[in-house]
């Protein structure tokens, strides 16, 4: 009888798991992949994927307003929350199945339940099954977190169940200041909603660079989203069909939803990993791990958001290849976490890459900035109050562009390929020599030719 069942015993079938099965598949190993929910994981199933759906549907609204400048008659439209959401969950339903044939197609073997340690080899499956695998790969991904159960805790939703209403809420209350609750928030005043948002800090985004967080916040609140910031919900009553929350700043809101968007933590709970011996990060409450992946446990690996290190679909993804190609495809591959481009897809969207100003002031002597807020040409005939922000950091000694922080149409798009230019090394004078694209918005990148501020950390500092 064979030591092991399988080469790799992945737990969980999201982004990093179904590439690392793939690819370790296709390297030749035997791999069996566990998923409890539905292949896909977060990205497809709940997370960006569906999200981003939403956000084309709510946009178009914005196009309908627009168009009357531009000479359009629109006769009066109508929006269908159930529709939309069908169609929704037919794209999701495609996507899934592509995963599991994707990933069976390249010769693994794919489980449809949950997936448990038994000892550092051995996994027991929900069905009573046993398998024992040479390697394991940990890619149980992360879920919401709902804070302190304050009274009334079991009327709020998470991003979960935001995807599945049965009806569009005409007030929505949402605690959270991160992206998610902000995308959410957007979402809902697109269709119509009117939309709170409660934040406990200073300002929404925190971690995002100041000036991107003051311009989000001001273009929501012209969108008519409400943003109270410095308090928190301390509890939530129900009458009927409505709920009125109560925060800690003396205020009660009334809404037909309440949702939280407070933060997600890593899939670690009743995992078994005190059996295996895996140990855990005491500082983000992830699985520790190596430059490769590598857990406490030489032969147990683990991936994604339930490492808690960037907690994004395509970092995911890139450390299960890695894993695979490291474990499998005789060549250690490591992941560079740094310069990752990210986006906000709220209304204007957010794209950012690189550092901000405050960490590049940390971090270098001199620093440079070109900024510049203005009307984009869209704007002006259709007369809709926006504008955009687009702001470099540069390192001024070796005139390197450290930073890139785009507030406005198409900033995802745009910091997709200006995160090539800083994961290269581009210089301000390299931005400078690229010639203007006329007429976009991306031009300014391009053409802000004098800093707005020069900072110079004296020794003392
Ligand atoms: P997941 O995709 O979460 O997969 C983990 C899988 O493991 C799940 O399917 C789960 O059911 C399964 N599982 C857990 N425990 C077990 C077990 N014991 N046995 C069997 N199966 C198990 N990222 C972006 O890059 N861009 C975005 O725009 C974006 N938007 C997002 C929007 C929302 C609302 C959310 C919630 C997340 C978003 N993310 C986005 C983050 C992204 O979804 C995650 O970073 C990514 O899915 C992480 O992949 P993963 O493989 O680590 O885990």
Redesign the pocket.
């Known amino acids: 009888m064979a030591e092991f069942d399988t080469d790799l015993f992945v ?8 590439r690392a099965a793939r690819i370790a598949a296709l390297h030749g190993a035997r791999v069996m992949i ?15 994927v569906p ?2 759906l939403l956000v084309y549907a709510s946009h178009i609204h914005h196009e309908i307003e627009d168009a009357a400048g531009f000479g359009w008659t629109i006769p009066q439209v109508s929006f269908d929350w159930p529709t939309l959401i069908a169609n929704k969950d037919k794209e999701i339903a495609r996507l899934e199945a592509a995963y599991t044939a994707n990933v069976e197609k390249a010769g693994a073997r794919v489980v449809k ?4 340690f038994e000892d550092a080899h051995t996994l027991k499956l929900a069905s009573g099954e046993r398998v024992r695998s040479k390697y394991v790969l940990i ?4 879920a ?1 977190n709902h804070g302190a159960p304050i009274p009334g805790i079991e009327h709020v939703i998470s ?2 169940e ?2 599945h209403l049965p009806s569009l809420p005409r007030r929505i209350l949402i605690q959270g200041g991160g ?2 609750a902000l ?2 928030a957007c979402i809902f005043a697109g269709f119509g909603s009117d939309v709170t948002v409660v934040y406990r800090g200073d300002n929404v985004l925190r971690g995002f660079d100041d000036d991107v967080r003051a311009h989000v916040r001001s273009e929501m609140e012209k969108e008519g989203i409400t943003i109270l910031t410095g308090c928190t919900v301390k509890s939530i009553d129900k009458h009927g069909k409505d709920f009125t929350s109560h925060l800690s700043n003396g205020s009660s809101i009334g809404s037909d939803r309440v949702m939280f ?1 407070i933060g ?1 933590h890593p ?1 670690v709970a ?2 078994g990993l005190e059996k295996a011996g895996v140990g855990i990060n005491p500082g983000n409450g992830g699985i520790a791990v190596d430059g490769f992946s590598r857990s406490s446990v030489p032969h147990i690996y683990a ?4 490492t808690h290190r960037l ?7 890139r450390e ?1 290849h890695a894993f695979a190609d490291t474990v499998f495809g005789k060549r250690q591959v490591h992941v560079d976490h740094a310069n990752v481009p ?2 906000v ?1 709220c209304q204007p969207e957010v794209g950012t890459v690189g550092l901000t100003e405050t960490q590049a002031r940390a971090q270098f002597t001199h620093v440079d900035i070109y900024k510049t807020t203005f009307r984009p040409m869209k704007a002006t005939i259709s007369g809709r109050d926006t504008r955009m922000l687009m702001k470099l950091i540069v390192d001024a000694t070796s005139d390197r562009v450290v930073g890139c922080h785009i507030v406005g149409d198409g900033a995802a798009e745009m910091v997709q390929l200006i995160g090539i230019a800083v994961k290269m090394k581009a210089t301000k004078a390299d931005f400078d020599a690229t010639m203007a694209l006329h007429p976009t918005a991306a031009e300014e990148l391009v053409t802000m030719h004098n800093p707005t501020a020069r900072h110079v950390r004296q020794a003392a500092e």
Do not use: Q, W
Not at 113 to 116: L, P
Not at 311 to 317: K, M, R
């Open positions: 737990i969980g079938g999201g982004s990093g798991g179904v566990a998923e409890e929910y539905r292949m896909g994981g977060t990205c497809v199933i709940r997370g960006c999200k981003k339940t949950r997936a448990e890619a149980t991904g992360g919401p991003s979960n935001a995807f992206y998610i995308e959410f968007a997600r899939n009743n995992l991936i994604g958001d339930v907690n994004l679909t395509p970092v995911a993804i299960g990210t986006a897809f």
